[in-house]
C-alpha cells in the first residue's frame, strides 16, 4: 500500500527541501541577532514594557 | 527618547480601557461555562446516565461545545483583553476606532451565542475546532476583519517607533488565523444549516490538521506568548532576560510551527512523506518552546521571592512550567512510534489540558489578577484568596493530567497487548473501559477542583472592583507624535531586521510568506492530486440513504468518540481489519477519521453484526455490550429522516466531484425511501419492531453497515497486491 501511495505522491525529496529552507533561514536570523550593531537597539526595545506614557500634566 | 521625537508636537490622548474590562468580563463569564460543560462531559463518560436521555446534553454534542467555549470563547476573549490592553501600551496610542473595537466586542459575543445555540442542537460541520457552520464562519471572518483593522490601524498611528516583540507575536496571530480559517472553511452549503467541505478523505484530513494544529499554535500559543513577552516583565517590573533571545523565539516558532499538522494522522492513509514531515518539524518545536519557556522564567531571576507573595507571577510562572511541560510532551508525541502507543487515547487528552489548563488557563489568570485592579485603580481584594484559588486549580490540573496519563497509557497499552500465539490479549474494547473507568471519575474532581479555584478568583475580582474608587477620571496621557519617514541618523545603524520592525506592513507580509510556504509545501501536492486514489479502484459513492445516516452521524457527534482509520499497525489491524486505504474516504466530505477512540474504530464494522444488533445497541448499548459507556439513542427511534433534501445533497456532492448521475440525484429521495423499506421490514421480519422506515435509525444502520464495505474496491485491492505486513514496533 505504501508504495501504491508513493506512486501518487513522487515528493519524498520535500521534506528535505523544507529543512534546508528552514536552516538556511535560522542560520542567517541567528548571524543577524548576533550581530553587534544591534545591541543598543535590543537594549533600548528591551525596556518598552516598563515605559509609561507620560501622564498629562507631569513634568518631562 | 531620540533627538527626532524631541522634534515632534506633544500629543496628548486617552487609552481606551473600557473594552479591555468588557473583554475581561466576557472572559470570566466563557472561561465559567467552558470549564462547566467541560465538567459535565467528564462526568457523563464516569457515568452514561448523565445525559439524562436528553439528545442536546449528550456527550457527542456538548463536546464541541466544551472545547469552541475553551479556545474561543475563553482563550478569545483573554486574548482580546491582553492585546487590546498591551497594544495600546506598546504603541503610546488609543485604540484605532471605538467604534470598530464595539463592533469586534458585541460580534465576538454574537458568535459564541450562535455557537451554544447550534452546537447542543446537532448543527455542526463535524471538523474538530471548525464545528460552526458556514453563517458563523462568515461572521467570524469579518468580526476578524475588523479586529485586523483596529490592531493594525492602532500600529500604524502609534508613538513609538520600535514595535516590541509582543506587537510580532499579535501580528502572527492575526495573519495566520485569518489564513487558516478562511482555507479550512471552504464549503459548500446545503441549507441555512448545513455545509459540506469542498475537500474530502486524505485531503480533508490534512487540511483539518493543519488547521486543527495551528489552532493550537497560533490562537493559544502565539497571542499568549505576547502577553507573556507584555505582563511578565511588567508584573516583575524588570526586562525580559533576552530580547535576542526572543526574535530567535519569534522567527523559529512561526516557521516550524505552521508544518507539525501531519503527526495528527501518523500511521493513517496521509502519504508517508507528509507523515515524516510532520513529525521531523515537530520534534524541532521543542527548541523554540523551550527557548521561550526559558526566557519567561529567567525573566523572574531575582525576582523568586515576588513569584511567592505576588498572585500575577506566581499564576504566570506557573502557566509558563505548564507551557514547558506540554511543550515536550507534544513532541514526544509526535514521534512516530510514541503516537502509536497515545493515539487516540485519554494521554492526548492529558496532554492538551496541560496546555489549556495550565498554559493559557493560568497565564490568563494572572493577567486579570494584574488587569482588573490596574483598571480599577485599587488593590486586589486578597492575596489569600488568591493563593487558595492558586492551590485548588493547580491541584485539579495535576489530578487531571495525572489520571489521564494513567488511562490513555493503561488503555494504548492493553489494546496492543498480544500474546506469543499472535492474538489480542483483550480482543474485546470494553475490557480496557472497566480499567480505566475509575480515573475518569478522578478526572472529572480535578476538573471541579479547577472550576472551584476559579470561582474562588470571580469572588476576589468582584471584591476588587467594589473597592474601586467611585467617579475615577479618565487619565490622559502624552507623548511625541511619531515621524513616519526613518530617521536619517537610524540608517547606518541599521540592520535591515530594525527597519523591518519600524515597518508594520512589510514585517506583516513576511510573517505572511513564512507561513504560507509551509502550508503550501505541506498542502498543495495533496490537493493538485485529485487522482489520489489509484486508477483501478472503483469507490462507490454512498447510496441516499447512507448519505443520509453518515450526516446524523456527524450531527450526532459520534466521531467524538469513534474513529473509522485503522492504522498501519499490527494492533490496528489485528483488531479492526485490514488497514484503511486513502481511497476509501476519497468521497468523505468532511472526512471522518476521528482523533480519538473512546469506543472502537468504526472503519469496518459494516457487516460486522446483524442490522438488530444496530437497533438494540443504539437502543440500549449495555443490552448487547455490558459495561459500555456509549450513550443511549432514544430520539433516533422517533425522529424522521429528513428525505426531501436528498436531492439538494446530492447536487452539492455531485458539484464537488462525487460521481452521482443527474438521475441518481433526481430521484435519490425515492431511491432513500426503498433502501430504508427495505432495512425495516428486515428488522421487523425477526422481531415486533414495526413501523421504522422513515425514522433516522435507519439511515444511520444503513450508514453502519456500509462502512468499510465497498465490495468492488475490496476485491480490486486483494486482486492487485496481498496487504504488506503491518510495521512492527
Same mark, same amino acid.
Given at each position: 500500500?505504501?508504495?501504491?501511495?508513493?506512486?501518487?505522491?513522487?515528493?519524498?525529496?520535500?521534506?528535505?527541501?523544507?529543512?534546508?529552507?528552514?536552516?538556511?533561514?535560522?542560520?542567517?536570523?541567528?548571524?543577524?541577532?548576533?550581530?553587534?550593531?544591534?545591541?543598543?537597539?535590543?537594549?533600548?526595545?528591551?525596556?518598552?514594557?516598563?515605559?509609561?506614557?507620560?501622564?498629562?500634566?507631569?513634568?518631562? | 527618547?531620540?533627538?527626532?521625537?524631541?522634534?515632534?508636537?506633544?500629543?496628548?490622548?486617552?487609552?481606551?480601557?473600557?473594552?479591555?474590562?468588557?473583554?475581561?468580563?466576557?472572559?470570566?463569564?466563557?472561561?465559567?461555562?467552558?470549564?462547566?460543560?467541560?465538567?459535565?462531559? +467528564?462526568?457523563?463518560?464516569?457515568?452514561?446516565?448523565?445525559?439524562?436521555?436528553?439528545?442536546?446534553?449528550?456527550?457527542?454534542?456538548?463536546?464541541?461545545?466544551?472545547?469552541?467555549?475553551?479556545?474561543?470563547?475563553?482563550?478569545?476573549?483573554?486574548?482580546?483583553?491582553?492585546?487590546?490592553?498591551?497594544? $495600546?501600551?506598546?504603541?503610546? +496610542?488609543?485604540?484605532?476606532?471605538?467604534?470598530?473595537?464595539?463592533?469586534?466586542?458585541?460580534?465576538?459575543?454574537?458568535?459564541?451565542?450562535?455557537?451554544?445555540?447550534?452546537?447542543?442542537?446537532?448543527?455542526? $460541520?463535524?471538523? &474538530?475546532?471548525? &464545528?460552526?457552520?458556514?453563517?458563523?464562519?462568515? +461572521?467570524?471572518?469579518?468580526?476578524? %476583519?475588523?479586529?485586523?483593522?483596529?490592531?493594525?490601524? @492602532?500600529?500604524?498611528?502609534?508613538?513609538?517607533?520600535?514595535?516590541? %516583540?509582543?506587537?510580532?507575536?499579535?501580528?502572527?496571530?492575526?495573519?495566520?488565523?485569518?489564513?487558516?480559517?478562511?482555507?479550512?472553511?471552504?464549503?459548500?452549503?446545503?441549507?441555512?444549516?448545513?455545509?459540506?467541505?469542498?475537500?474530502?478523505?486524505? $485531503?480533508?484530513?490534512?487540511?483539518?490538521?493543519?488547521?486543527?494544529?495551528?489552532?493550537?499554535?497560533?490562537?493559544?500559543?502565539?497571542?499568549?506568548?505576547?502577553?507573556?513577552?507584555?505582563?511578565?516583565?511588567?508584573?516583575?517590573?524588570?526586562?525580559?532576560?533576552?530580547?535576542?533571545?526572543?526574535?530567535?523565539?519569534?522567527?523559529?516558532?512561526?516557521?516550524?510551527?505552521?508544518?507539525?499538522?501531519?503527526?495528527?494522522?501518523?500511521?493513517?492513509?496521509?502519504?508517508?512523506?507528509?507523515?515524516?514531515?510532520?513529525?521531523?518539524?515537530?520534534?524541532?518545536?521543542?527548541?523554540?518552546?523551550?527557548?521561550?519557556?526559558?526566557?519567561?522564567?529567567?525573566?523572574?531571576?531575582?525576582?523568586?521571592?515576588?513569584?511567592?507573595?505576588?498572585?500575577?507571577?506566581?499564576?504566570?510562572?506557573?502557566?509558563?512550567?505548564?507551557?514547558?511541560?506540554?511543550?515536550?510532551?507534544?513532541?514526544?508525541?509526535?514521534?512516530?512510534?510514541?503516537?502509536?502507543?497515545?493515539?487516540?487515547?485519554?494521554?492526548?487528552?492529558?496532554?492538551?489540558?496541560?496546555?489549556?489548563?495550565?498554559?493559557?488557563?493560568?497565564?490568563?489568570?494572572?493577567?486579570?489578577?494584574?488587569?482588573?485592579?490596574?483598571?480599577?485603580?485599587?488593590?486586589?481584594?486578597? #492575596?489569600?484568596?488568591?493563593?487558595?484559588?492558586?492551590?485548588?486549580?493547580?491541584?485539579?490540573?495535576?489530578?487531571?493530567?495525572?489520571?489521564?496519563?494513567?488511562?490513555?497509557?493503561?488503555?494504548?497499552?492493553?489494546?496492543?497487548?498480544?500474546?506469543?500465539?499472535?492474538?489480542?490479549?483483550?480482543?474485546?474494547?470494553?475490557?480496557?473501559?472497566?480499567?480505566?473507568?475509575?480515573?475518569?471519575?478522578?478526572?472529572?474532581?480535578?476538573?471541579?477542583?479547577?472550576?472551584?479555584?476559579?470561582?474562588?478568583?470571580?469572588?476576589?475580582?468582584?471584591?476588587?472592583?467594589?473597592?474601586?474608587?467611585?467617579?475615577?477620571?479618565?487619565?490622559?496621557?502624552?507623548?511625541?507624535?511619531?515621524?513616519? +519617514?526613518?530617521?536619517?541618523?537610524?540608517?547606518?545603524?541599521?540592520?535591515?531586521?530594525?527597519?523591518?520592525?519600524?515597518?508594520?506592513?512589510?514585517?506583516?507580509?513576511?510573517?505572511?510568506?513564512?507561513?504560507?510556504?509551509?502550508?503550501?509545501?505541506?498542502?498543495?501536492?495533496?490537493?493538485?492530486?485529485?487522482?489520489?486514489?489509484?486508477?483501478?479502484?472503483?469507490?462507490?459513492?454512498?447510496?441516499?440513504?447512507?448519505?443520509?445516516?453518515?450526516?446524523?452521524?456527524?450531527?450526532?457527534?459520534?466521531?467524538?468518540?469513534?474513529?473509522?482509520?485503522?492504522?498501519?499497525?499490527?494492533?490496528?489491524?489485528?483488531?479492526?481489519?485490514?488497514?484503511?486505504?486513502?481511497?476509501?474516504?476519497?468521497?468523505?466530505?468532511?472526512?471522518?477519521?476521528?482523533?480519538?477512540?473512546?469506543?472502537?474504530?468504526?472503519?469496518?464494522?459494516?457487516?460486522?453484526?446483524?442490522?438488530?444488533?444496530?437497533?438494540?445497541?443504539?437502543?440500549?448499548?449495555?443490552?448487547?455490550?455490558?459495561?459500555?459507556?456509549?450513550?443511549?439513542?432514544?430520539?433516533?427511534?422517533?425522529?424522521?429522516?429528513?428525505?426531501?433534501?436528498?436531492?439538494?445533497?446530492?447536487?452539492?456532492?455531485?458539484?464537488?466531484?462525487?460521481?452521482? /448521475?443527474?438521475?441518481?440525484?433526481? @430521484?435519490?429521495?425515492? /431511491?432513500?425511501?426503498?433502501?430504508?423499506?427495505?432495512?425495516?421490514?428486515?428488522?421487523?421480519?425477526?422481531?415486533?419492531? #414495526?413501523?421504522?422506515?422513515?425514522?433516522?435509525?435507519?439511515?444511520?444502520?444503513?450508514?453502519?453497515?456500509?462502512?468499510? #464495505?465497498?465490495?468492488?474496491?475490496?476485491?480490486?485491492?486483494?486482486?492487485?497486491?496481498?496487504?504488506?505486513?503491518?510495521?512492527?514496533?
Amino acid at each position: 500500500m505504501k508504495q501504491e501511495i508513493l506512486t501518487q505522491f513522487p515528493w519524498p525529496w520535500l521534506p528535505t527541501l523544507a529543512l534546508v529552507i528552514f536552516f538556511v533561514f535560522f542560520i542567517g536570523l541567528l548571524i543577524n541577532v548576533s550581530m553587534r550593531s544591534r545591541r543598543p537597539i535590543f537594549d533600548a526595545a528591551e525596556t518598552l514594557p516598563l515605559q509609561e506614557a507620560q501622564k498629562f500634566g507631569e513634568k518631562l | 527618547m531620540s533627538k527626532t521625537e524631541l522634534h515632534q508636537p506633544m500629543e496628548t490622548f486617552a487609552y481606551d480601557d473600557e473594552i479591555v474590562k468588557q473583554f475581561s468580563l466576557a472572559t470570566i463569564i466563557w472561561g465559567g461555562v467552558a470549564f462547566l460543560v467541560g465538567i459535565i462531559c +467528564a462526568l457523563q463518560l464516569a457515568d452514561w446516565h448523565l445525559n439524562f436521555g436528553l439528545s442536546w446534553l449528550t456527550f457527542g454534542r456538548l463536546r464541541p461545545l466544551h472545547t469552541n467555549a475553551a479556545i474561543f470563547a475563553f482563550g478569545g476573549n483573554a486574548i482580546f483583553a491582553g492585546i487590546y490592553y498591551s497594544t $495600546q501600551r506598546l504603541c503610546k +496610542a488609543r485604540l484605532f476606532n471605538d467604534t470598530l473595537s464595539k463592533i469586534h466586542f458585541w460580534g465576538w459575543q454574537l458568535i459564541i451565542v450562535s455557537a451554544a445555540l447550534t452546537l447542543p442542537f446537532g448543527i455542526t $460541520q463535524g471538523k &474538530e475546532y471548525a &464545528e460552526l457552520e458556514w453563517p458563523i464562519d462568515i +461572521a467570524i471572518t469579518l468580526i476578524w %476583519v475588523v479586529f485586523a483593522i483596529n490592531f493594525f490601524g @492602532t500600529l500604524w498611528r502609534r508613538r513609538e517607533k520600535h514595535m516590541y %516583540v509582543a506587537l510580532w507575536f499579535y501580528i502572527a496571530t492575526i495573519v495566520t488565523v485569518a489564513v487558516l480559517h478562511i482555507v479550512n472553511s471552504v464549503e459548500v452549503p446545503v441549507s441555512w444549516y448545513q455545509s459540506y467541505p469542498v475537500y474530502a478523505g486524505v $485531503q480533508d484530513a490534512l487540511v483539518q490538521w493543519w488547521y486543527g494544529h495551528n489552532a493550537v499554535a497560533f490562537f493559544l500559543t502565539t497571542p499568549f506568548l505576547g502577553l507573556m513577552y507584555f505582563f511578565i516583565p511588567k508584573a516583575a517590573n524588570r526586562p525580559v532576560y533576552s530580547y535576542r533571545l526572543s526574535i530567535v523565539h519569534f522567527w523559529s516558532l512561526v516557521f516550524i510551527y505552521i508544518w507539525a499538522g501531519p503527526h495528527h494522522l501518523l500511521y493513517t492513509a496521509l502519504p508517508e512523506w507528509a507523515q515524516t514531515l510532520g513529525m521531523v518539524f515537530s520534534v524541532m518545536l521543542w527548541a523554540p518552546s523551550w527557548g521561550g519557556m526559558i526566557n519567561g522564567l529567567l525573566t523572574l531571576r531575582g525576582s523568586w521571592d515576588k513569584v511567592r507573595t505576588e498572585p500575577v507571577l506566581k499564576f504566570m510562572a506557573t502557566s509558563l512550567t505548564f507551557y514547558g511541560m506540554a511543550t515536550f510532551e507534544g513532541p514526544l508525541l509526535s514521534i512516530k512510534s510514541v503516537s502509536a502507543l497515545g493515539h487516540y487515547t485519554d494521554w492526548i487528552i492529558a496532554h492538551v489540558h496541560g496546555g489549556t489548563l495550565g498554559w493559557n488557563g493560568f497565564l490568563t489568570f494572572g493577567m486579570l489578577y494584574y488587569l482588573v485592579p490596574a483598571l480599577y485603580k485599587t488593590e486586589l481584594y486578597s #492575596k489569600r484568596l488568591a493563593n487558595i484559588h492558586f492551590w485548588t486549580s493547580t491541584i485539579g490540573i495535576l489530578l487531571y493530567i495525572i489520571s489521564m496519563w494513567t488511562s490513555g497509557i493503561t488503555q494504548g497499552l492493553m489494546l496492543r497487548a498480544i500474546d506469543s500465539t499472535g492474538k489480542l490479549v483483550y480482543p474485546d474494547f470494553v475490557e480496557t473501559i472497566v480499567r480505566i473507568a475509575p480515573l475518569y471519575w478522578i478526572r472529572a474532581f480535578g476538573g471541579t477542583l479547577f472550576l472551584a479555584g476559579f470561582l474562588v478568583m470571580c469572588y476576589n475580582l468582584y471584591k476588587t472592583w467594589q473597592l474601586a474608587p467611585k467617579n475615577q477620571k479618565q487619565d490622559l496621557y502624552q507623548a511625541p507624535a511619531l515621524s513616519k +519617514a526613518i530617521p536619517a541618523d537610524d540608517n547606518n545603524s541599521g540592520p535591515w531586521h530594525r527597519r523591518l520592525e519600524g515597518l508594520m506592513p512589510a514585517f506583516s507580509i513576511l510573517v505572511l510568506l513564512g507561513i504560507v510556504l509551509g502550508s503550501a509545501i505541506e498542502i498543495l501536492p495533496t490537493l493538485i492530486v485529485h487522482t489520489y486514489a489509484p486508477a483501478n479502484s472503483k469507490v462507490a459513492p454512498y447510496t441516499p440513504l447512507e448519505l443520509a445516516g453518515r450526516d446524523l452521524y456527524i450531527n450526532e457527534g459520534c466521531y467524538n468518540c469513534h474513529s473509522q482509520m485503522i492504522r498501519t499497525l499490527p494492533e490496528d489491524v489485528l483488531r479492526y481489519g485490514k488497514a484503511s486505504l486513502p481511497e476509501e474516504s476519497m468521497y468523505d466530505h468532511p472526512f471522518q477519521w476521528g482523533s480519538k477512540r473512546t469506543g472502537p474504530d468504526l472503519a469496518r464494522v459494516g457487516g460486522k453484526y446483524p442490522d438488530l444488533w444496530h437497533y438494540r445497541h443504539m437502543l440500549d448499548p449495555r443490552s448487547v455490550t455490558p459495561n459500555s459507556i456509549m450513550p443511549v439513542y432514544p430520539w433516533l427511534f422517533d425522529d424522521k429522516t429528513d428525505f426531501a433534501i436528498l436531492t439538494k445533497k446530492f447536487s452539492v456532492m455531485q458539484s464537488l466531484g462525487v460521481p452521482y /448521475t443527474d438521475d441518481e440525484v433526481r @430521484t435519490a429521495p425515492e /431511491t432513500a425511501r426503498a433502501q430504508a423499506m427495505q432495512i425495516a421490514q428486515g428488522l421487523s421480519a425477526d422481531s415486533p419492531i #414495526k413501523g421504522l422506515e422513515d425514522k433516522k435509525i435507519i439511515a444511520i444502520i444503513a450508514y453502519l453497515q456500509r462502512l468499510g #464495505k465497498n465490495p468492488e474496491l475490496l476485491n480490486a485491492a486483494e486482486k492487485s497486491e496481498a496487504q504488506p505486513a503491518p510495521e512492527v514496533q
